[in-house]
């Protein structure tokens, strides 16, 4: 199945929390049990850049709810530089062997004023 687009803002500083439910291709709710997620962003203009940074994720229980959450903290996002990133998250089956890229879109994280 093909990734879906969703771009995202980030507010320096802040806590950042998203959750998404993946369907299947009839529109029901997936079924990712025994899955786990993960998510990185890289400057937006440099893809090949060593540089990036990761979210953190989760599969929400049961797995039957298809419903993941990718968090950044604010103690994380406030020393990445603001800016454009492109970013995905993934969900992989480590005894399946099989990895699958569900979401992919803009990251763009607004610079914080107040410290």
């Known amino acids: 199945m093909t990734a879906a687009k969703y771009n995202i803002t980030i507010d320096q500083g802040s806590d950042f929390l998203i959750f998404f439910t993946l369907k299947d291709s009839s529109g029901g709710t997936r ?3 025994g899955y786990e997620a993960r998510a990185s962003m890289r400057p937006l203009y440099d ?3 060593s540089t990036s940074y990761d979210f953190s994720c ?11 959450i990718m968090s950044l903290s604010s103690g994380k996002n406030s020393d990445i530089p603001a800016g454009l990133y492109a970013y995905d998250l993934e969900i992989f089956n480590t005894g399946a062997g099989s990895v699958e890229r569900v979401i992919h879109g803009r990251a763009t994280l607004r610079r914080e004023v107040t410290r």
Do not use: M
């Not at 599969?59 to 039957?64: E, R």
């Open 47 to 49: 893809l090949e850049s």
């Open 58 to 68: 989760g599969v929400t229980d049961p797995g039957t709810t298809g419903k993941i």
């Open 31 to 33: 079924n990712i049990t």
